[in-house]
Structures are given as C-alpha cells and as structure tokens.
T-cell receptor, first 111, second 113 residues
Framework: DAGVTQSPTHLIKTRGQQVTLRCSPK?????VSWYQQALGQGPQFIFQ???????QRGNFPDRFSGHQFPNYSSELNVNALLLGDSALYLC??????????FGQGTRLTVV | QQQVKQSPQSLIVQKGGISIINCAYE??????FPWYQQFPGKGPALLIA?????SEKKEGRFTISFNKSAKQFSLHIMDSQPGDSATYFC????????????FGKGTHLIIQP
C-alpha cells in the first residue's frame, strides 16, 4: 500500500514564476492538507481540501491556491514566487476524522 | 502569535537515558495533541497522540503526559536509542484530528552512544 506520494521531489524556480506541486493521498484517504516547512521550523498549515473544496485555510496569501480532483489527489499552486517561498512543501492525507499521514515533501528553491 | 511553544530547541541524551520534550499551548479550543518524528529528508511521521480527557498515554517507549489546567504536554522517550535521533514536533488541533495542525518549532534530539 503506497503512502502519500508527492512530486516533484525537488524544484528550482525564479522569482515571479508560478509553480504547481502534486500530491497523491494514501489509499482510502479523502482529505488532503498542505503545509509549508521553512528550514529549521515546524510545518505551517496552508489549507485543507475535502470533497474537492477548500474546507479550511491557514494564514497564507491568495498567491497560494489549490485543487482537489475526484480521485482525491491534489495540487498546490503558488503564483508570483518570492524568495521567502523557498521551503519544504508537505502534503498530508487523512480519512475524515482520523490521523494525518505526511508525504516526503517537495523541496522548492526560489532564486 | 505562536500558539504552541516547544522546548528545548535541541537536546543531547546518553543512550539508555530519558529524553523529555515539553510543549505549551494557548488556545483552549485545542483538543487533539499529536507528536511527530522527522528524519532529515523525510516528512513527519506520527508517533503518538492524546486527547485532553486523559492525563497520560503510553505506547512502547513513548509516553505523553498532559496537564490540561497548565495547558502543557510533554513527550518522554524511555531507554533512548541512537535511532531515536531526529527532530520532534508537538502539534495541536481542534475538532477533527487532521484539521489544521498547529506545530511547535521542533526539538533536535541527539542520542549519544
């Protein structure tokens, strides 16, 4: 049983560009959450998707947007990249009401 | 505003010793408190979690102690092993378990052989 898978594993982008990160949840999970983890910090909640809708959102600007597909996979989009967006982006999946399982993350570097 | 404060930032423990990491929270609406373990290059992995209706939960060598009145909880790792060397995060959420976790800043634990 595959766990949470994220792609790509590493990514380098230029300031001002746009990026899309992808997540496939653990089999049977219907909820996907995204987190940003800066170097040496704890993960920060970006938003959560359930039934293809954003159910909850953390304190992140509108440049961060997402999508969930009918198969429960999800995308995180970041527009107008800033140097400060450089971080490890983590996807976590869960079955509604249960514990969250994290993927290995996508390391985004903005230059 | 940091809603979950974690200490210490780093910790060195001898093999076989007890590792203790502490967290304090501010939001009394939090009702689910998990601990995550993260190795370099990996995502966080759930270790153990507790709800405020119990004061202690033990799973193997890992124990959570919870003090609702003080709004504090801690992780104890008994008989610490070099393989336990990792970064540990406490977290908290309200409502459903996987909803919008608020994480502490992490504790870098090193177990010396």
């Amino acid at each position: 049983d595959a766990g949470v898978t994220q792609s790509p594993t590493h990514l380098i982008k230029t300031r001002g560009q746009q990026v899309t990160l992808r997540c496939s949840p653990k089999s049977g999970h219907d909820t996907v959450s995204w987190y940003q983890q800066a170097l040496g910090q704890g993960p920060q909640f970006i938003f959560q998707y359930y039934e293809e809708e954003e159910r909850q959102r953390g304190n992140f600007p509108d440049r961060f947007s997402g999508h969930q597909f009918p198969n429960y996979s999800s995308e995180l989009n970041v527009n107008a990249l800033l140097l400060g967006d450089s971080a490890l982006y983590l996807c976590a999946s869960s079955l509604t009401g249960a514990e969250a399982f994290f993927g290995q993350g996508t390391r985004l570097t903005v230059v | 505003q940091q809603q979950v404060k974690q200490s210490p930032q780093s910790l060195i423990v001898q093999k076989g010793g007890i590792s203790i990491i502490n967290c304090a929270y501010e939001n009394t609406a939090f009702d689910y408190f998990p601990w995550y373990q993260q190795f370099p290059g990996k995502g966080p992995a759930l270790l153990i979690a507790i709800r405020p209706d119990v004061s202690e939960k033990k799973e193997g060598r890992f124990t959570i102690s919870f003090n609702k009145s003080a709004k504090q909880f801690s992780l104890h790792i008994m008989d610490s092993q070099p393989g336990d060397s990792a970064t540990y995060f406490c977290a908290a959420s309200k409502g459903r378990r996987a909803d919008g976790l608020t994480f502490g800043k992490g504790t870098h634990l090193i177990i010396q052989p």
